[in-house]
């Protein structure tokens, strides 16, 4: 009876061990969640904050919330106002900064970087939106898959880089120092969506103009 008793008591011992173990593992699970929740709501204040510091005065910390209102609606009403949303494509806010885009179809003729009427009058449309700001921004010129072989653009990537040349050059003369500006040419390495099609494509010849947060 004495060795019954003292197994029973062995395995007693050992049930307590396992749910102390188990308790511990729920633990680390629960604060593993708490953690990625918290990273999630950090991030989402990140957003607004980049978003928050497009407003003119004091540069703002991308990684602190301001509680300032967002500027997307600002920057919407402006270009309502300048009549130049027609032009506009898609505007998307990211940790880079607000990017504005711009149809191909509206600013060039194809296979060209020589800006149409009408894309000389949308480029002066949105400079005055732009001279209200001081943040800088960057002209990104972009195309779809179709290779492109002339005497004047080899590839996509002449071409990519000529368009968005071509952008800064006007927005120049329409008042915005030049020491606000730089130019990237992506060619076709950054479709916004696949090229399946003649649709798809015009989506992805564009020219985005990113307007960076301030201080940067």
């Not at 308790?23 to 593993?32: R, S």
């Not at 300048?82 to 003729?109: C, K, L, N, P, Y």
Request: net charge negative.
């Amino acid at each position: 009876m004495a060795v019954e008793e003292e197994v029973e008591c062995e395995c007693g011992e050992e049930r307590v061990e396992w749910i102390y173990t188990y308790g511990d593992m729920v633990t680390l699970l629960l604060c593993f969640f708490v953690l990625l929740f918290a990273m999630s709501k950090t991030n989402e204040e990140k957003f607004k904050a980049i978003a928050a510091s497009f407003r003119g005065g004091p540069p703002a910390s991308p990684y602190m919330f301001t509680g300032a209102p967002s500027p997307m609606d600002a920057l919407e009403n402006s270009m309502k106002k300048s009549d130049v949303s027609a032009e506009v494509t898609d505007i998307t806010v990211d940790d880079r900064g607000i990017a504005v885009s711009f149809s191909d179809t509206a600013m060039f003729a194809p296979g060209s970087a020589a800006p149409t009427k009408k894309g000389y009058e949308t480029v002066e449309k949105f400079a005055q939106i732009l001279y209200a700001i001081p943040n800088h921004v960057v002209i990104e010129g972009h195309t779809d898959n179709t290779p492109i072989r002339s005497k004047l653009y080899p590839s996509n990537w002449e071409l990519s880089a000529a368009r968005a040349a071509s952008v800064a050059r006007l927005l120049e003369e329409f008042g915005i120092k030049s020491k606000r500006m730089e130019i990237a040419a992506y060619g076709m390495t950054r479709p916004r969506v696949t090229n399946d099609s003649p649709a798809l494509k015009q989506m992805n010849r564009r020219i985005d103009i990113l307007i960076k947060p301030s201080g940067y």
